[in-house]
């Protein structure tokens, strides 16, 4: 018999919230590390193109001292940051880890590959971290207690940052309309695939459980995104004021903010031990509620938010003298890294009987936030020189090759879902090509799909992200959109 949905724990949670955010803004705020005047201007970091590239450069960034009363310390000279190459490659990888569990089933495999790659929900919070990670690193100033001053005006950089990956998705979007209206129109008629295609269009989708997979299914990411990226102006700037100690507790109020919906969620409907990514819909208890914990742009928030604060915790190295600068080695990444890997192994052969919500927020999101902060400081460590060996998996993971298909990560995002549904999906390959590919040419046709997925990608790289015009018309858009705003 089916439980009912305890609307009290979404209460209690929010109720949690509220005050957790009010009493953290009122410690970052008082706190007394304060930014120190100076003449010299501060430069950041132009935003990124998308949620998928980084871009940093040096900026100018002082040591600050506790008190209020302290005397002004001498100018010191600017912290630079350092390009961290290597989390350009863990996007390749966990967008390819996507690519292949969204279509896995059209191969055919045996249970154990067709469990680990159906961890698409556990895998893909990693994203919504590395995204925030990324914001408060080109953001915030590095080494000091300060915001960039480019967060205000918020409307202006929030729309740069949406203008960023807005263009491309809409392109995608029209290019491949006729797949999504066809299937669509055949289902559920004109006026619902109208609506359809306007919460496409606007990135709203995210917002409605049932309807979060619309059109291209995996762009409900960018529709979360959008509300996340909308409150950092508003985070961010708390977040630079917080001291290392306060950093950790924030980190915690969000993990256990992330946490208890989602014991809500498997208690009501006993479901603690399922995976979700091998079900059919019918088989859920509820899968309204399952689809709000995973696709609803609160909990993404979250998740942006804990690897903003990740990322301060490393860019305040050294600025306390009070506290020790972790100090690392192989084990920093490679643990946290075989750790990873062996929660989806585990899983995959079903000993850790653990859904996926859970897994994602108590043990992967840890993990991987720990593999991030390591390769931060090697590649600080080993550009300043201050590393006496270089991280074998840095640098693997910062290698020409790896990065290059690094900045095919969005792309291949956008595509390989409207790709997937051209070969794969009965009604549109039926009318294509009288059949889905794995029926016609069985299960190696996969590879010519993942090859598809990733030349596509190349082209839109070029065609579209390179395009001067369109960065021009972006850019232009986004300044005079933000000005009525």
């Known amino acids: 018999m089916q439980r009912p949905i ?28 304060k930014s120190l005047a100076t003449n010299r201007p501060t430069t950041v970091s132009p935003p990124p193109t998308s949620p998928f590239n980084t871009m940093s450069s040096s900026s100018t960034a002082l040591k600050t001292q506790g008190g209020e009363s302290a005397p002004p310390a001498p100018a010191k000279a600017p912290a630079k940051r350092v390009r961290i190459s290597a989390f350009d490659s863990m996007r390749f990888f966990l967008i390819a880890f996507i690519c292949v569990g969204h279509f896995v089933r059209f191969v055919d495999p045996n249970k154990f590959f067709m469990n680990f790659f159906s961890q698409v929900n556990v895998v893909v919070g ?28 918020s409307p202006s950089w929030i729309l740069a940052r949406v203008f960023g ?43 409605f459980p049932m309807h979060a997979e619309v059109w291209n299914a995996p762009s409900w990411f960018l529709s979360a995104l959008a509300f996340a990226t909308a409150s950092l102006p508003f985070a961010l700037p708390s977040l630079a004021k917080m001291t290392k100690p306060q950093l950790r507790s924030t980190l915690k109020y969000l993990v256990f903010a992330s946490l208890l919906p989602k014991l809500g969620y498997s208690y009501d409907h006993n479901v603690w031990g399922v995976m979700e990514g091998v ?35 490393v860019m305040l190295d050294g600025v ?10 192989i084990l920093s990444t490679l643990g946290p890294l075989v750790a990873m890997v062996g929660i989806l ?54 290698s020409g090759v790896l990065t290059s298909l690094g900045s095919l990560a969005f792309p291949m995002f956008l595509v390989h879902g ?37 030349g596509t990608a190349f082209l839109l790289k070029k065609l579209v992200l390179e395009n001067k015009a369109i960065g021009t018309w972006s850019k232009n858009t986004a300044a005079s959109w933000s000005k009525g705003m």
């Not at 209460?11 to 008082?30: E, K």
């Not at 306390?320 to 080695?329: A, G, I, L, S």
Request: net charge positive; proline share 5%; hydrophobic share 50%.
């Open 6 to 33: 305890s609307w009290t724990t979404y209460l209690v949670t929010l109720c949690f919230l509220i005050f957790v955010s009010s009493s953290v803004s009122a410690n970052a705020f008082t706190t007394p590390h």
């Open 126 to 153: 990693a994203f919504f971290v590395l995204s925030g990670y990324v914001t408060a690193y080109t953001a915030t100033t590095n080494g000091a207690y300060e915001a960039s001053p480019k967060l205000r005006p």
């Open 165 to 207: 990956y807005w263009p491309l998705h809409l392109i995608v979007l029209a290019l491949f309309s006729p797949v999504f209206l066809y299937a669509d129109v055949t289902y559920n008629g004109w006026f619902q695939s109208a609506i359809h295609g306007l919460m496409s269009v606007t990135m709203t989708q995210a917002w």
């Open 279 to 313: 079900m059919a819909p019918k088989a859920f208890a509820n899968l309204a509620v399952f689809n709000t914990q995973r696709f609803n742009p609160f909990f993404a928030t979250l998740e942006v938010l804990m690897g903003a604060a990740a990322c301060r915790l």
């Open 320 to 329: 306390d003298d009070k506290e020790k600068t972790p100090q690392t080695n």
């Open 345 to 398: 192994v585990l899983r995959a052969l079903e000993i850790l009987k653990l859904n996926d919500m859970l897994t994602r927020c108590l043990l992967f999101l840890p993990l991987f936030i720990k593999f991030m902060m390591a390769c931060h400081r090697i590649a600080v460590a080993e550009a300043n020189g201050t590393s006496k060996s270089k991280d074998p998996m840095v640098g693997f993971l910062s």
């Open 418 to 454: 409207p790709l997937g549904q051209v070969f794969y999906k009965k009604i549109i390959a039926t009318k294509l090509f009288g059949g889905t590919m794995n029926k016609l040419y069985g299960a190696p046709f996969f590879y010519v799909y993942l090859g598809s997925v990733v």
